[in-house]
C-alpha cells in the first residue's frame, strides 16, 4: 500500500486514492474466500456420490485451505501491481493540474509568511470585534436604565404640572417661585433644628455634671 497521503486526490475524489484500493482489495479477498467454500462444497458432493471413497471432508478442507493460501499469494503480488498501476495512471491528479477551486491561488499566490500574517491580522479582527460587541451590549444596556430614568422624569414633571395647576387655581401664584420660598423655608427650619439639638446635647452635659 503506498504511503503517500495524495492529499490532492483526496480533495478531488472526495476519498483517498489508498482506501479505495483498500476496498477494492478487501472485496477480492473476500469474493476469493467465498469462491473456495463453492468450490469446497462441490467436490464434497462429487466425492460422497462416488461408492468406496476414503477422502474425508477434514482432508478437503486441508485442501482448500492450501489452494486458498496458493491462490492468496499470487493474488496479493497481482494486486500490488495493479494497484501500483492505478495509484499512478488513473488515480493520480499530475503535479502540473490545477483544480478549479484552486485557481484562486494561482492568481495571488502567498507565502507562508503573508498566510501567517493574515492569521494574525484575523484574530486581532476577531479580538477587537469581540470587544466593540461587549462595548455596544454596555451601551444598550445603558440606554434601557436612561430610558427608564427619562420616563421617572417625565412623571415627575407631571407631577409638578399639576402642582402648578392647583396653585395658579388657589391664587398661589408662580409653583417655581412658591416652590423655592419652601425650599430656603425647610433649610431654615433644618437650621433650626440643629440648634435645638445642639442646645439640648449641652443641657443634657450640663445636668450631668451638676
Known sequence: MSVDPMTYEAQFFGFTPQTCMLRVYIAFQDYLFEMMLVVEGVMLKKLDGIPGCKVSPSQIRKCTEKFLLFMKEHFDKLFSKMEEVLLQ???NIPKNVLLPEDRVQEQYP???????????ELRQLQEQ???????????LAELEEQKVVKAELEKILQCFDGLES??????????????????????????????VEEKSRKMKQHDQLM
Request: net charge negative; hydrophobic share 35%; aromatic share 10%.
Open 89 to 91: 495512471l488513473v488515480l
Open 166 to 195: 392647583i396653585c395658579r387655581e388657589h391664587g398661589g401664584g408662580n409653583f417655581k417661585e412658591s416652590f423655592a420660598l419652601l425650599t430656603q423655608n425647610s433649610k431654615k427650619l433644618q437650621n433650626v433644628l440643629k440648634d
Open 110 to 120: 502567498y507565502s507562508k509568511e503573508e498566510f501567517e500574517a493574515l492569521q494574525d
Open 129 to 139: 470585534y469581540r470587544a466593540e460587541a461587549a462595548v455596544q451590549q454596555e451601551l
